[in-house]
């Protein structure tokens, strides 16, 4: 099983839409939670990281669930320059990180 | 504050070529890693370096690959005798604090084509 597992979409949504991505992570041991977004042959570049009680930053939010294992961001007012894929990250006890696949948003005018 | 670079950051080797690829961390980061990305995948970690030391090289193939970080300069990515798979988008990313702690800031990447 992958470490972490995220849908790969497509997600076609139209601008001022809301979109909500889920990753899911096998190890209950992981310890720290991150989204990165990445575009089109570029490197991957912070978002947000993902505390327990979660947390927003403008229009993005983004949620934990220990119990469940997963991850949300949740996308509000969607605008062109959202479109990318983006990465859930999750750290656990030593060094490695283990990124999904990412996710696939496209933003429509 | 200049970020992380990376160099070259296109190299084309032929089969059975060396290829380095060279990287260096962000002003006051001690800490590196270097991920591969292959077409339509996501990253997957190699290996963590502090100055002079691996921390952790779980990641990287047993043979043909290696890493350092020297005391003084960046830190390379050797791959000896290139194969058709190594063709991928190589990363490095660097944090002040290693392990769970530390928020990682990533290169621009070196993409490599193996010919």
């Known amino acids: 099983r992958k470490e972490v597992e995220q849908d790969p979409g497509p997600f076609n949504v139209p601008e001022g839409a809301t979109v909500a991505f889920n990753c899911t992570y096998s190890n209950s041991a992981s310890q720290s939670f991150f989204w990165y977004r990445q575009d089109c042959r570029k490197e991957p570049k912070l978002l947000m990281s993902v505390y327990s009680s979660g947390n927003e930053d403008g229009r993005f939010t983004a949620q934990l669930n220990r119990a469940s294992q997963y991850i949300s961001l949740l996308i509000r007012d969607s605008k062109l320059s959202d479109s990318a894929t983006y990465l859930c990250?999750?750290?656990?006890?030593?060094?490695?990180?283990?990124f999904g696949t990412g996710t696939s948003l496209t933003v429509i005018p | 504050n200049a970020g992380v670079m990376q160099n070259p950051r296109h190299l084309v080797r032929r089969r059975g070529q060396e290829a380095r690829l060279r990287c260096s961390p962000m002003k006051g980061h001690s800490h590196v890693y270097w991920y591969r990305q292959l077409p339509e995948e996501g990253l997957k970690f190699m290996v963590y370096l502090q100055k002079e030391n691996i921390i952790d090289e779980s990641g990287m193939p047993k043979e043909r690959f290696s890493a350092e970080f020297p005391k003084e300069g960046p830190s390379i990515l050797r791959i000896q005798q290139v194969v058709r798979g190594d063709s991928a988008a190589y990363f490095c990313?660097?944090?002040?604090?290693?392990?769970?702690?530390?928020?990682?800031?990533f290169g621009p990447g070196t993409r490599l084509l193996v010919l």
């Open positions: 990313a660097s944090s002040t604090e290693g392990g769970r702690v530390g928020t990682q800031y």
């Open positions: 990250v999750v750290n656990r006890l030593g060094n490695q990180f283990y």
